[in-house]
């Protein structure tokens, strides 16, 4: 007889980039979204994440941090917004420090979250834009 494991019960999903400077925040949202099925990449700033996506196939999300060190959140997001290739593929911009709505509002985004991230609020906008 043949064993299961909850990693076998997971079902593949959507393909997530994080893009956030804190190693501790892409860490555990990966981790996270990995164990719920989720394909994830990283990017430690916006032009790092650019590089990624003109690099890789894209995205069916991207989770980017607004205040970052190179390339923050609202220069990648113009960026993003410039490049036709790019700029279809939704993003939800992160904060703890300012106020996620109005960035969201004002570059068009698909969506915010406040950290700390409410896991709940997470998983709605994965299943939204990501499965």
């Avoid at 804190?22 to 555990?28: L, P, V, Y």
């Avoid at 970052?68 to 959140?73: D, H, I, Q, V, W």
């Amino acid at each position: 007889m043949e064993q299961r494991t909850a990693a076998d019960e997971v079902r593949p999903r959507g393909r997530v980039l994080i893009v956030d400077d804190n190693s501790d925040t892409r860490e555990a949202l990966g981790d996270l979204l990995g164990a719920l099925g989720y394909c994830v990449a990283c990017a430690a700033d916006g032009m790092e994440a650019l590089e990624y996506l003109r690099s890789h196939e894209p995205p069916d999300l991207i989770l980017c941090d607004l205040v970052m060190p190179r390339m923050n959140g609202w220069v990648f997001r113009i960026e993003q917004q410039r490049d036709p290739a790019l700029a279809g593929i939704p993003v939800v911009f992160l904060s703890g420090v300012h106020d996620a709505r109005s960035a969201a509002e004002y570059l068009r985004a698909a969506d915010h979250l406040e950290k700390p991230i409410d896991p709940e609020l997470l998983c709605a906008i994965l299943r939204q834009y990501a499965e």
